[in-house]
């Protein structure tokens, strides 16, 4: 049986702690009797201590950054153990916009093999920003990809989710959606990269996501035909009806 995972980026939402606990309680409400699906909360951090008090036993955490440092003096930071110890077991890196605001791919690097080190599951997100016609958008995700992921130890890779989220589109300001072919081909051009890196073996090993736009009309179709493991989802994953529908339609896919 094919287990798939339902990632939620809260990003910078909602507004209050006691918004983020209705939520939250509804969604382990619904959940509670789903087998099939693992569902992962990535909340604002400041959540996270009072989230964790009322997930319930089907609901893991998620952070939605980390420093790749374990303590010191960086202003404003988390360290992996930090959140490790706040009841976490995923971190999302490299999200597109944390690359807008900076982020580089050797930054996001680092953060990958400081959150393995205390047993966080990284959530790397990988994507281009537009698509040109002659296809130099592959060349540009091949360096973000060899910068992501250089120097990674071969037997975590089975550790990591590379989340597939194109920049066109996500968010209200999407162009238009990708589709479940497009995703597929994407995953096997990053297994391509990866393999070209390490081995097939390695490849072979990553589990992947597809992120982007993603509502309980299309989530079927890239969790059936996106060669993906599951699914990241922003805007719908704040939307309680559309959350559980998309964790109902995965639960009921196997
Ligand atoms: P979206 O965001 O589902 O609102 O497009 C996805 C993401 O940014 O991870």
Not at 101 to 122: F, H, Q, R, W
Not at 133 to 145: D, K, P, S, V
Not at 172 to 194: D, G
Request: glycine letters at 8%.
């Amino acid at each position: 049986m094919k287990n798939n995972y339902i990632i939620a980026n809260w990003k910078m939402n909602p507004g209050t702690v006691r918004e983020a606990g209705t939520l939250v309680t509804k969604i382990a409400k619904s959940v509670r009797t789903q087998k099939n699906a693992t569902v992962v909360i990535a909340p604002p951090s400041i959540y996270l201590y009072s989230l964790q008090k009322i997930l319930g036993k089907k609901i893991q955490l998620g952070a939605q950054d980390c420093h790749f440092e374990s303590e010191g003096a960086h202003t404003g930071e988390l360290s992996p153990r930090m959140l490790k110890n706040a009841g976490v077991s995923y971190v999302i890196l490299g999200h597109s916009e944390r690359r807008t605001g900076g982020e580089t791919s050797l930054e996001v690097n680092s953060k990958i093999k400081a959150a393995l080190k205390v047993g966080l599951v990284p959530i790397v997100c990988i994507g281009e920003q537009l698509r040109d016609a002659t296809h130099q958008y592959l060349g540009f995700l091949e360096t973000q990809i060899k910068e992501t992921f250089v120097g990674i130890p071969l037997t975590s890779f089975s550790k990591i989710f590379i989340a597939y989220e194109p920049l066109w589109a996500i968010g209200a300001q999407a162009t238009r959606e990708a589709t479940p072919e497009e995703s597929t081909e994407m995953v096997i051009f990053i297994k391509r990269v990866l393999a070209d890196m390490y081995t097939a073996k390695v490849a072979e090993s990553v589990r992947f996501l597809y992120g982007g736009s993603v509502h309980p009309e299309n989530a079927q179709l890239f969790l059936i035909h996106g060669g993906v493991h599951g699914l990241l989802v922003g805007r719908d994953s704040l939307n309680l009806k559309k959350f559980t529908k998309i964790i109902e339609i995965t639960n009921g896919l196997n």
